[in-house]
C-alpha cells in the first residue's frame, strides 16, 4: 500500500506512516528503511527480555547475555532512524500547507495511540502484571506515563518534534499557524505550569512526558539532509559497501558501550548517532526490485499498526521460549524465534485490521 497523497498519510515519520510522493517519486527506499527499523524495534525488546532474564550481568547466562546485547546494539539505530524519516518528510517529502494539515497528521497518531494505551492497561490488568489502579494509570498516560506500554515513549517525543518542524516549515513560507503554535506553546510551558500546581494545590501531578530532546530534533533534521541527498551523491555499490562496513564497525562500537559503559545504550550517545548513520546511508536511495515494491509497500504502510500491537505478542510469548541457562544456540534460537514470530503475528494481524478499514483507531 503506497500513499497517493501526502495529505492523507499518516502522521509523517511514525513507524507505519507510508512514505510520500515527492514530486511524483515514491521512495520505495524509505519504505524498507521504515520496514527495518520497524523490525529493529521488535529486535530491541525481544533482546531486553533476554538481558532481564539473566538480570543484565554475564553471570546470569553468558551466552544469553551476549546474545541479547548484541540484539540490542544492532537495534539501537531503529529510534534515530524513525525521527530522521520523519524530518525528511516534513521538511523535503510533504511539508505542510496548513494548520489543518498539521492536525490531520497528528489526529492519525494520537487517536491509535489513545486506543492502544486503554489496550495496553486491559492487558496489565488482565495479566496482573501490575498492581496499580487502571484509573491512575490511565490519568497518568494523558500526561506521558509510558506504564505499562513502553514502547509508547517514542510518539510522546514524536509529536511535538514534528510539530516544530512543521511550524517552522509553516513561518519559512510566510503562513501564520497559530493553532499549532499555541499547541507548541503550551506543551513548552505545560512542565512547569503543573508543577506550579502541585505545589499550590498540594496535589501530586504526573511527569509531563510530551517533550523531544535536543538530539531528536537534530537526528530529524540531519535525517532529512542526507534522506534529500541526490541519487548521484550514493551511486556505486563500492560506497554502500564502505557504508555497510561502517555499520558493521559501529555496531561493534555499541556492543562494547553498552558491556563497559552503559545499557542500554543512549540514543543520544555518538556511537548510536555512527551506527544510524552509516546504515542509513547504506540503504539511502538504494533501488528496490520492481516485484518486491507491492509487499514492501503494504508493509510500510502497516508498520506501524505492528509497531502498536507487537508488545502484547512478544510478551506472550517469551515466558515459552527465554530461558536464562541457555547455551549458545538456545540463546540465538531463542532471540531469532520470537522476533520471528513477533514480525509475522504483528504485521499480520496490522494488515488484517487495515483489511477491515479499522487502520483509523489501531494504526
Known amino acids: 500500500m503506497t500513499a497517493a497523497d ?5 502522521a509523517p515519520g511514525a513507524p507505519g506512516a507510508p512514505a510520500p ?22 529486535v530491541c525488546h525481544a ?11 554475564p553471570a546470569g547466562g553468558r551466552p544469553v547475555y551476549w546474545t541479547a546485547l548484541a540484539g540490542d546494539a544492532l537495534s539501537r539505530c531503529a529510534v534515530p532512524l524513525f525521527f530522521a524519516i520523519a524530518g525528511w518528510v516534513v521538511l523535503c517529502g510533504a511539508p505542510p500547507r496548513d494548520g489543518g494539515q498539521i492536525r490531520r497528521r497528528l489526529v492519525r497518531i494520537v487517536v491509535p495511540m489513545g486506543v492502544w494505551t486503554v489496550a495496553y492497561l486491559v492487558w496489565a490488568r488482565a495479566r496482573e502484571t501490575t498492581s496499580d489502579p487502571v484509573r491512575q494509570l490511565a ?16 510518539l510522546y517525543a514524536y509529536v511535538p518534534v514534528i510539530l516544530l518542524l512543521s511550524v517552522a516549515v509553516l513561518l519559512r513560507a510566510g503562513k501564520r499557524p497559530w493553532g499549532a503554535g499555541a499547541v507548541l506553546l503550551g506543551l513548552a510551558l505545560a512542565p512547569t505550569l503543573l508543577g506550579d500546581l502541585a505545589r499550590l494545590l498540594d496535589v501530586r501531578m504526573p511527569p509531563f512526558s510530551w517533550q523531544f530532546g535536543v538530539y531528536q530534533v537534530v537526528y530529524a533534521v540531519a535525517g532529512a ?11 556505486g555499490r563500492g560506497r554502500r559497501l564502505l557504508w555497510l562496513a561502517g555499520g558493521v564497525c559501529a555496531w561493534g562500537a555499541v556492543v562494547a558501550y553498552e558491556h563497559r559503559v552503559h545499557f542500554p545504550g543512549p540514543y543520544a550517545s555518538a556511537v548510536v548517532a555512527l551506527l544510524a548513520g552509516t546504515l542509513l546511508m547504506a540503504l539511502n536511495r538504494i533501488r528496490v526490485p520492481e516485484r518486491l515494491r507491492p509487499l ?3 508493509l510500510a504502510g502497516v508498520s506501524f499498526g505492528a509497531y502498536l500491537v507487537h508488545l502484547m505478542f512478544l510478551e506472550a510469548l517469551a515466558p515459552h521460549v527465554v530461558s ?15 522476533t520471528a514470530a513477533t514480525v509475522v503475528l504483528s504485521f499480520a494481524a496490522a494488515l488484517l485490521w487495515t483489511r477491515l478499514r479499522l487502520a483509523r483507531w489501531l494504526g
Open 47 to 57: 533482546a531486553g527480555l533476554l538481558m532481564t532474564a539473566v538480570d543484565r550481568a
Open 139 to 154: 490519568r497518568d498516560a494523558v500526561f506521558g506515563s509510558v506504564r505499562p506500554a513502553f514502547h509508547l515513549w517514542y
Open 324 to 338: 536464562a541457562g541457555a547455551g549458545w544456540p538456545g540463546a540465538l534460537g531463542a532471540l531469532a524465534g520470537l
Open 21 to 42: 510522493r515527492p514530486r511524483g517519486e515514491h521512495r520505495y527506499d524509505i519504505d524498507l528503511i521504515r520496514v527495518l527499523a520497524s523490525i529493529g524495534v521488535i
Open 296 to 298: 514492501l509497500g503494504r
Open 6 to 10: 501526502p495529505a492523507h498519510t499518516p
Open 225 to 235: 539532509a542526507l534522506l534529500s541527498l541526490p541519487r548521484s551523491a550514493l551511486a
